[in-house]
């Protein structure tokens, strides 16, 4: 009798990801493999790693997030900006499943969100230069490069000073900095 295999596209297991890291705060990958029917060596084989999953999981929570803090913007120009990052900054605040892995799992949620295993940084900072660029807050989206990327180390400060060095950072205290980092 010939085993049959699942088939399962990337996309199918970042969602599922997505939906077991709202409910529990994390992505536990055997217990990921199960929900999607499929064998561990297929999940990791799609997935890459647990670093990469999360970073994928994490970033489609995180775009989400920000797609609304930017569809409810009201201002233009550096005003704009700043009202999208703060909208951004409360929202991912109240966001239990995060509060929960930063606070499980620090190690893990410092190696995804900051260095290229994940890839959120990288993606935070292509999406900081659109949010520039939409703002008109800025030139050209290659000179806003080095901007973005200051800007997102700053933001990443105020979410997750705590992973840095045990306090939190309140917006209004990095808003001066923020608004230091783009054109007038």
Do not use: C
């Not at 999940?43 to 994490?58: I, K």
């Amino acid at each position: 009798m010939k085993e049959s295999h699942r088939v399962i596209g990337h996309g199918e297991v970042v969602r599922g990801a997505v939906r077991q890291f709202r409910l529990q705060g994390s992505v536990d990958m055997e217990m990921l493999a199960t929900q999607l029917a499929v064998s561990r060596a297929t999940l990791y084989r799609v997935a890459g790693s647990r670093d990469a999953l999360l970073g994928n999981a994490l970033w489609l929570l995180g775009d989400r997030l920000l797609a609304r803090s930017r569809a409810a913007r009201r201002q233009r120009g550096p005003d704009g900006v700043i009202e999208v990052s703060r909208r951004f900054a409360e929202r991912l605040r109240a966001a239990r499943s995060m509060r929960r892995f930063v606070g499980a799992e620090p190690q893990t949620a410092a190696r995804v969100l900051f260095t290229p295993s994940g890839e959120v940084h990288r993606r935070a900072i292509l999406a900081q230069r659109d949010i520039f660029v939409e703002a008109g807050a800025g030139r050209s989206s290659d000179d806003l490069f080095p901007l973005a990327f200051l800007y997102v180390r700053i933001m990443e400060s105020v979410l997750y000073g705590e992973l840095f060095s045990g306090r939190a950072v309140e917006f209004p205290t990095a808003e001066r900095a923020l608004r230091g980092l783009l054109p007038d």
